[in-house]
């Protein structure tokens, strides 16, 4: 009866704890303190709301919330996603468990005589108690740096790897305790240290690792039953209870029956368990989903009831010792960072501000230190007080310093900062009908920049605000030019035909825009039109085809015609070099969303489990304007250090000896002008282009290059042959599917020469390597290298425009490729 009332009175504290996290969200504070500090003030130590007999009852809560936890942990470990950069994450998780554990273990031991449970326990005791702390002060807070890379948009190598490094210490801690817990078992009972020690030590972590794998499989037994979401919920926090249950049951039946206890860690099993369902199971997302949406339910309660059970008598005794211990762990948490960051080869200035990423603590550590309340029950209460406290500290101190550390390493997109890509979201609309007019002010509420182009002599039928309107004294490519469409990421044309066909042939020709859309007025000019890839919108057919798709397929046509405000269909472009190669099925997509199709190299598809993506896709996507701002955050990649790593990948050796090519990179992309011509429009302006029209392969098209490029350099095509085989045996120039950068120093003074080269059907660098079809040839000699490395910077900046492939493969003929780099928006040598 007891358990009753106290479990309902808990529920209603609880939800005054949601309330309280609700309101001190604003503050800044995480949510995690605040439902602590609830639990405090219900607890029994202040308000009394909580009694201690109530925290000793409502135990149950604890071990289903920490099977959870462990579940969530091990869920979080998404092998595919790590291997990009795992061998920084390698060393740096090593560095850091290293040192973390050592030093906290030391200090926790040196203190102990200040630590009033700890007085009168004999040395091999305090050692136990000790190494338990080292274990725990070694945990991080995915959940907390994954909201901190979210509220930043943060994107980039730092980030990247503080986010890997955080996620895979989750299941090394977990790891390090269970071992940690044996050995203090031992120490406590007082088993001698000898080689049947090791064996039962090693019998309790295989056998965790193995029921663990026996867990998942009863976890996919509840993922295949035909019964709702809910009852699955239950079913999966009742298995990780039961862990816990059984687990006890074994430690307490060896104590009495053998000659030692064993302990098979429940939070290790759950942890393996979470980890196979994550990594080996159909139902990844299922299950993952069921975690995700009953974990606020589950982190409420147990934080609330963890701050209720906090010993504010000890706290008041040994708060100096929290602060030394908070102290000892930064300073590991700096060596080690470092340490493992230099092993890894990562830049030094990521090494010193690193250590700010993993100070943030929260589940996982406050679950092992109420683990330890469970199995050490003698001295588990005032340790748990001790470790909390420091664990608060550092989930008040982690988050800013994280922040900070992203915003120095310059990896955080703040949605109001930043230049936006260039030719994304421009759109350019020909007419001054009241269509054209609603158009262009519907673009604009979804943050399009639109320009709204008309005949000299017409008028606006509807107010405009802000848009701007441009009046033409022609079609011509020079006023499309002056107004914009050279730039534009989508031109729409709603004046007449034979003017709509103008300006897109125009646009196709010479600007290879990405989208072009025209309102035809005739039908039967429907073929001129899609000869040129143009997007035809007929208004005699146009009221019936959108009719016939509301009777046919309500919900589908109302979702793309965005009468769901919750939902969205937008197309996003896959840039993160990350992902190329990676199946959709193994992709973590937010639960609410969808991916409908992919386009890729102008083929529309409808992609499946088995996709595997490509950078440069174009994806089409279904679901919520936060969830597609996290996908699109994952598809993007930090431009500036692209560009930065683009160059330096290509840059020859002999380029990259005498200073440091990352920061003279990043300065001429972030200096400069973005509309004055400089040495290298001119170069491409009188430089050469060639457009192949049947496949080849390297070799060949190093031969029609040297040929090309020998007269303007005065050197023997032959030698320049030789050079650019060489180099392209040494290390490949194909930096991107499509793309490839050959460029060779020269023997000689002022000499400097740039070749550009289309071939549609694709040239054959070699067989691992994906078909080329746009290569930029750079050959100089060595006193140029400071515009050798500004040729390279300028190619990066227009290559990563995302509509430059599209533009590439559009322009008709050589003059307009010429005219399409030179008209590309970019940053310009000063």
Known sequence: MDILVFTAGFALIALASKQMGMSLRKTGLPLISAFLFTGIMAGPYVLGMITKEAVDTLGFVDEISLGFIAFAAGGELYLKEL?????????????????????????????SGHIPFMAGMPQPAKVA????AGAILVARSPSSAIAIVNELRAKGPFTQTALGVTVIMDVVVIVLFSANSSIADGLLTGLRFNFWFIVLLVFELGGSLVLGYAVSRILLGIMLLPVRSLLKTALILATGYLVFVLSAAVREFSHDRFFAEILFEPLLICMVAGFFMSNRSRFRTEFLKILHDIGPVVYITFFTLTGASLALDVLAETWP??????????????????????????PARANSVSWMAYITQAGVGLGLAKEVVVEFPDFGSPFATIIIS??????????????????LMKEDHPKSGGEPLAGRKKAVIFGADGQASALAMSLVSQGWQVKLAMNGQATPEAELGEIRVHL??????????????????????????????RICEIAYENFGSQTLIARINDRFNTAGFQSLGVLIVDPSTAIVGLLDHFVRSPAAASLLMGMHKERTVVDLRIQNPDLAGLALRDLRLPFDLIIMSVRRRGVLFVPHGFTRLEAGDLVTVLGSENSIAELGLRFDVNRKEAMVSMVEKAAAKELKEDAAVQNEVRELITSGTASRPDRFDLLVAGGQVMDLKEETDRHEFFKLAAD????????????????????????????????????????????????MARCKKGIAFSDSQPLVYAAFVLVGSRDQRNFHIQALSAIAQIVMDPGFEKKWMRAKGEKALKQMIINAERKRDS
């Open 83 to 111: 291997r990009s950069k795992l061998q920084s994450i390698a060393w740096i998780t090593a560095g850091l468990v290293i040192f973390t554990f050592s030093l906290t273990a030391a200090t926790f031991y040196l203190v």
């Open 129 to 132: 108690v000790a190494i338990l």
């Open 321 to 346: 010792v929290a602060i030394v211990l908070f102290l000892a762990r930064i300073t590991a948490v700096f060596f080690g960072s470092f340490t493992g960051g230099t092993l890894a080869g990562n």
């Open 390 to 407: 420091v664990i608060i500290l550092n989930q008040l101190v982690g988050p800013p310093l994280f922040k900070f550390a992203i915003k």
């Open 472 to 501: 033409l004294s022609g079609i011509t490519r020079e006023e499309l030019e002056r107004i914009g469409c050279h730039r534009a990421g989508a031109v729409v044309a709603m004046l007449s035909d034979e003017q709509n066909y």
């Open 708 to 755: 090309a490029m020998s007269g303007p350099l005065g050197a023997s095509a032959d030698e320049l042959f030789r050079l650019l085989a060489k180099r392209e045996d040494e290390m490949t120039t194909v930096l991107a599917p499509g793309l490839a950068v050959p460029h060779v120093i020269l023997d000689g003074r002022e000499k400097f020469s740039v070749l």
